[in-house]
């Protein structure tokens, strides 16, 4: 998600429908409750590596690119 909403940026395309939607999409995955809440679940290719705290950093640099 952060190296979409990134190249939507750089080619201009940061107010465009298409970031909204994934950054809706992200803020919707967020955890609500629970001892983890705040965090983005690490349910991605990358997540057995970094662990939940890669995915909650990887989704706070993407909500950046707003």
């Known amino acids: 998600t952060f190296f979409q909403a990134s190249a939507l940026r750089e080619a201009g ?4 429908p298409e970031m909204k939607d994934l950054m809706a999409r992200l803020q919707q995955t967020q955890q609500r409750d629970g ?6 679940p690490s349910d991605d ?10 995915s909650t950093a990887m989704a706070v640099l993407a909500l950046r690119e707003l």
């Open 45 to 54: 290719r990358w997540a057995l590596a970094g662990g939940p705290v890669y």
């Open 35 to 40: 001892a983890e809440a705040g965090s983005w």
């Open 13 to 16: 395309l940061g107010d465009s």
